[in-house]
């Protein structure tokens, strides 16, 4: 099946008391057995409910993967990821990452013992290198949150393979429709689904995705004895919003492209990061591994401090200031006082994420709409 038919179809049945089209909101804690331990196959929905697993299958389904596993936020999912490690293993991880993961590194889970390395992970030769006998995880963002650096999946899978490590990519800012990793040899795929999967801004939810039943298993195991797993309500939600997610995720593409194009000449951009320029540095790594550039662009201010940047980053009037990304509609960020705010500043700086810096999450409005918007905040 193709990706389209997957996204509308993949898990799902008509029920089978009434026929419904779509599948019911399973709004239930709990299912009648007929004696201990005799029941279809559902006991209790922190681990197990209906609505949920229609879910997870259209997901495993979009990330061409055998298991999906929903969780109650992008953190929980990858918060279970990182139950996996014991106290001494290495994690080897990119230096430019999503804030909130980050944190989970340095603030969660390091107090346990955990070593976290980061390292340009768009560099191949500072990836290997940085790989010990202690590794047991690499995790890789890409295109990267908020500077849109790319690793290449398929390179750094060999690496994973040559030293037996764990290899799990963070999807998000791609999207299966933009890129599956599990074919290019991850072991994992993790979505922050609040973002382009649902889609619609109205759902915080999280997904790992993989092929190996062993690993599945234990992180079920996991996934149900913590318990950071989503409700019928969000599930059915994010099920909807998956069933349009090849039409938003072209419509997304082609508005950052003329959004990128506009903003590249622009007098008061000094710097933007798209990976569909040919001078991005990792435009021929995109091209090679995503089916186009997606609807994330990263711009550095010319000449303004952190009081213009937050003066211009107030004035739209379509875009919204606002944290989070991948809905119908535009988002324009501040990362270093917002979504990277727990990252120190010398680190955050040395990837780039200065006070100037602003992300843009291309929504699917008219784009001629968003050009007038930024022309009018930038033109004055
Ligand atoms: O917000 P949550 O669903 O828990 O997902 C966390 C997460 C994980 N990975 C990436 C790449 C992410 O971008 C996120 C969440 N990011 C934002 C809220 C943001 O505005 O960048």
Known sequence: MKFATKAIHAGQHADPTTGAVMTPIYQTSTYKQASPG?????????????TRKALEDCLAALENGKFGLAFSSGMAATDTVLRLLKPGDEVLTGDDLYGGSYRIFTKVYAQYGIKFVFVDTSDLEAVESAVT??????????PTNPTLKLADIEAIGKIAKKYAVLYVVDNTFASPYLQNPLDLGADMVMHSATKYLNGHSDVVMGALIL??????????FFYNAVGGTPGPQDAFLALRGLKTLHVRMKA?????RQIAEFLKTHPK?????????ADHPGHDVAKK???????MISVVLKDADLKETFRIASRFQVFTLAESLGGVESLINHPATMTHGSIPKEARERVGVVDNLLRISVGIEDVDDLIEDLNQVLGD
């Not at 951009?269 to 320029?277: L, R, T």
């Not at 591994?289 to 609807?295: A, H, P």
Request: negative net charge; charged residues 30%.
């Open 289 to 295: 591994q995503m089916r186009d550039f997606g609807g």
């Open 133 to 142: 006998d202690k590794t047991k995880l690499i995790w890789v963002e890409t």
């Open 38 to 50: 005799e029941h279809k196959g559902y006991e209790y929905s922190r681990g197990t409910n209906p």
């Open 252 to 256: 997304h593409c082609e508005n950052a």
């Open 211 to 220: 092929n190996d039943e062993a690993l599945y298993k234990q992180l079920w």
């Open 269 to 277: 951009i000094e710097k933007i990061y798209w990976p569909g320029f």
